[in-house]
């Protein structure tokens, strides 16, 4: 969860400057030719919606990735509303949160297949072979000896 930390946000340093309603519309407005896109961007804009909603958070205020990951963990709004914990237990799930972040982390991660697969739950986390092997080679790096010992 530390590397993910650090890779995604530079443990919550770097959250995103892009106003994330406006990411989420363009993509809607600009793909119309693609409708599997579109679709996408329609779903992640009415999870943000909600997500904001249900936490009070003026929807065009909050800013995040350029491809609208929100918060320290950097989830897609759809993944922040099906993993998202609320582990300090203040009434919402809060992805600006670092113990909200780390436990939702942990749940998205186990879902899935953590404990069967590392490198699929972190491709699941995101669809990219390097990114996969950047965590895994970052998370050896804080800890060579625990490492070898729970990947083996």
Not at 19 to 25: A, D, T
Not at 29 to 52: G, H, M, P, Q, T
Not at 104 to 114: D, F, N, Q, R, T
């Amino acid at each position: 969860m530390t590397a993910i930390l650090k890779i995604e946000s530079d443990f919550g340093r770097t959250k995103g400057k892009h106003q994330v309603f406006g990411v989420y519309n363009s993509i809607i407005y600009y793909s119309k030719n693609d409708v599997i896109l579109r679709r996408w961007a329609v779903k992640e804009l009415v999870s943000f919606l909600v997500l904001c909603k249900r936490n009070r958070f003026d929807p065009f205020e909050v800013k995040g990735s350029w491809a609208g990951a929100i918060g320290i963990a950097q989830f897609l709004p759809s993944s922040y509303l099906k993993y998202g914990i609320d582990a300090d237990k203040d009434g919402m799930v809060n992805l600006f949160s670092l113990k909200d972040s780390l436990y939702s982390i942990a749940h998205y991660l186990v879902k899935h297949g953590w404990f069967i697969d590392k490198k699929k739950a972190l491709y699941a986390y995101n669809h990219s072979k390097n990114y996969v092997e950047g965590v895994l080679a970052y998370a050896f790096r804080l800890n060579p000896e625990k490492f070898k010992a729970k990947t083996r």
